[in-house]
Nanobody, 127 residues
């Protein structure tokens, strides 16, 4: 089992910045990728950003490209999401997900492909 704990959410004005953290613990050796997803009230969970644990390849939703940056600290088993130029439409609960290695390539942008989830952290952007 892998446990994920998010932190760093809060209330920020439009144009501001926040940095989210997700610390992983437990059986993390088979981690293939970690990602951030978000879910606004009444909407489905959507992909935000992901990073492959080996090699560090990154992936972003079009809506956050150029504003958000995902990174990882392998020694700390932690993934970060730096969010700049925040907009009111970024308001949502942000969830960290982890996908474990499989015999085939995992599409890390699909929420259903994450094996583990954190409980989420709320980000509210005021206009």
């Amino acid at each position: 089992q892998v446990q994920l704990v998010e932190s760093g959410g809060g209330l920020v004005q439009a144009g501001g910045s926040l940095r989210l953290s997700c610390a992983a613990s437990g059986r993390t050796l088979r981690t293939y990728a970690m990602g951030w997803f978000r879910q606004a009230p009444g909407k489905e969970r959507e992909f935000v950003a992901a990073i492959k644990w080996s090699g560090g390849s990154t992936y972003y939703a079009d809506s956050v490209k150029g504003r958000f940056t995902i990174s990882r600290d392998i020694a700390r088993n932690t993934v970060y999401l730096q969010m700049n130029s925040l907009k009111p439409e970024d308001t949502a609960a942000y969830y960290c997900g982890a996908a474990q290695a499989r015999s085939y390539a995992v599409v890390v942008t699909i929420p259903g492909n994450m094996d583990y989830w954190g409980k989420g952290t709320l980000v509210t952007v005021s206009s």
